[in-house]
């Protein structure tokens, strides 16, 4: 999917990790390095499963010359011709 396609979902991952923090925050006790390093891990999660849900998708063609040689006779010639190449592919960022 297009990453613009994955944003929303993003951008509720990310208030998902905030809104927690901040519940855990107003707890009586907290403890500010366990909010923190929770905070750091929802928040790669977010961005992790964001960047992979991309979709790369290749579509490259190009023109080639080659040469092109013909035997047996005075006839014979020696020139260059045209061709068309493709390449196409799908993946996944990991």
Known sequence: MPL???KPGLESAIEAAFQL???SGEQDGADPDAI???????LTTAIH???TSALVI???GQSV????TTAGSPAAQTGTGTGATSA????SLT
Do not use: E, M, P
């Not at 010359?65 to 092109?68: D, G, H, I, N």
């Open 36 to 42: 923190i390093a929770q905070l750091a891990a929802d």
């Open 65 to 68: 010359a080659t040469s092109v």
């Open 21 to 23: 923090v901040k519940t």
């Open 88 to 91: 196409t592919g799908t993946g």
């Open 4 to 6: 613009s396609a994955a």
């Open 58 to 60: 290749t579509d490259s």
């Open 49 to 51: 499963d964001y960047t």
